[in-house]
């Protein structure tokens, strides 16, 4: 059981705007930044959004991130095939010291 | 570019001892956070344990505190994971990524290609 919340799976059409969201608590997501990653199959993560809303170098701005309250959003806008993969949320917990993540959210581009 | 490399995964019996290695390269190693994630066969990513730049500050998840120990040197751009009394549920992939150097950087912004730990009898 995952600290935070993700519905585990998605599915969009190709152009078509998905999110994909990751409910957290007060510790966590409430009060600290937010973080998502992509994983390809069979791949080490990568990073795509840092400090809530940030792209790191490289990460095309069709991806963005937001928070609301104790709830976090991944929207990838423009669906592509190759953004079939699994897609994770983290964030650090006051409460238990330390890095939480969420159970991620398997993609399937139809 | 940044590198990092993992080393010392493998298959162990339960209860024996482990000690990994991640070799650092592509920026300057000494002045950066460091963190092990990992990540069990079929299942998502948890965060194992973090070292400050310093080695001051430290921090494990609660199943692994008192077993693992996370540590740095950086006169060999290197960060371990001493990992003791090893469970079956400590399988998985170990991935050794690079955490940030000020408060306005990115954590785990570099990730290995991560090292397989196969614990079983």
């Known amino acids: 059981q995952s600290v935070l919340t993700q519905p585990p799976s998605a599915s969009g059409t190709p152009g078509q705007r998905v999110t994909v969201s990751c409910s957290g608590g007060s510790s966590n997501i409430g009060r600290n930044s937010v973080y998502w990653f992509q994983q390809l199959p069979g791949m080490a993560p990568k990073l795509l959004i840092y400090l809530t809303d940030q792209w790191p170098p490289g990460v095309p701005d069709r991806f963005s991130g937001s928070v609301s309250g104790t709830s976090a959003s991944l929207v990838i806008s423009g669906l592509r095939s190759e953004d079939e993969a699994d897609y994770y949320c983290?964030?650090?917990?006051?409460?238990?010291?330390?890095?939480?993540f969420g159970g991620g959210t398997k993609l399937t581009v139809l | 570019q940044v590198q990092l490399v993992e080393s010392g995964g493998g298959v162990v019996q339960p209860g024996t001892s482990l000690r990994l290695s991640c070799v650092a390269s592509g920026f300057t190693f000494s002045t950066y956070d460091m963190h092990w994630v990992r990540q069990a066969p079929g299942k998502g990513l948890e965060w194992v344990a973090a070292?400050?730049?310093?080695?001051?500050?430290?921090y494990h998840i609660d199943s692994v505190k008192g077993r693992f120990t996370i540590s740095r040197d950086d006169s060999k751009n290197t960060l371990y994971l001493e990992m003791t009394g090893l469970r079956t549920e400590d399988t998985a992939i170990y991935y050794c990524?690079?955490?940030?150097?000020?408060?306005?950087?990115?954590?785990?912004?570099?990730w290995g290609q991560g090292t397989l730990i196969t614990v079983s009898s």
């Open positions: 990524t690079k955490g940030r150097a000020s408060v306005r950087g990115a954590e785990f912004d570099y």
């Open positions: 983290a964030a650090w917990d006051n409460s238990v010291r330390g890095w939480v």
């Open positions: 070292i400050s730049y310093g080695g001051n500050e430290k």
